[in-house]
T-cell receptor, first 115, second 111 residues
């Protein structure tokens, strides 16, 4: 399967714990995006990378959130000291660098539940 | 924050009928895209319309864009039960590389 993959698919954690999610984009895509989606809402942009450079971060990305893409391939999103409000689906997407298009291909998401 | 608003929030139709969903947005855009999301899963790209285009077709999908009204519509013709999903519009705003999604329309197609 050459699509975007995310691991784990589900994560249940207790408030205050740290969690880390991984995203593997489509291999030839140099852009990678993270979104958060809560029930009944559309995805909300968190951050994106072009190769290994983090080019934009949303105001939604508090200091407890950090994302990396060390070699310009896979990416990790870490949430420290999780709160119940962090419960959501975390979606990763990738795309080629095309100034005119920006069609994004999404992974299946990681559903986080903070107890 | 979310850019657009889809209308209606939910739509229930019978197989074979057409489904129309609308999207309104607020700022100047580069393009507008429609995505489908099956229950609890990732999003699938359906169609993209650029800001200088007014109408686009892809199979049973027809998208229109009116930049003067800052609105778009998605028409699914001859709907099927498999079309049951949430549909989101997403705008690529001028000067930005990221997408801003609306809240979505939940479509239920009954056999």
């Amino acid at each position: 399967d050459t699509g975007v993959s995310q691991n784990p698919r589900h994560k249940i954690t207790k408030r205050g714990q740290n969690v880390t999610f991984r995203c593997d984009p489509i291999s030839e895509h140099n852009r990678l995006y993270w979104y958060r989606q809560t029930l009944g809402q559309g995805p909300e942009f968190l951050t994106y990378f072009q190769n290994e450079a983090q080019l934009e971060k949303s105001r939604l990305l508090s200091d407890r959130f950090s994302a990396e893409r060390p070699k310009g391939s896979f990416s990790t999103l870490e949430i420290q000291r999780t709160e119940q409000g962090d419960s959501a689906m975390y979606l990763c997407a990738s795309s080629i660098q095309d100034p005119g298009v920006n069609e994004q291909f999404f992974g299946p998401g990681t559903r986080l539940t903070v107890l | 924050s979310q850019q657009g608003e889809e209308d209606p929030q939910a739509l229930s139709i019978q197989e074979g009928e057409n489904a129309t969903m609308n999207c309104s947005y607020k700022t100047s855009i580069n393009n507008l895209q429609w995505y489908r999301q099956n229950s609890g899963r990732g999003l699938v790209h359906l169609i993209l319309i650029r800001s200088n285009e007014r109408e686009k077709h892809s199979g049973r999908l027809r998208v229109t864009l009116d930049t003067s009204k800052k609105s778009s519509s998605l028409l699914i013709t001859a709907s099927r039960a498999a079309d049951t999903a949430s549909y989101f519009c997403a705008t690529r705003n001028s000067g930005y590389s990221t997408l801003t999604f609306g809240k979505g329309t939940m479509l239920l197609v009954s056999p």
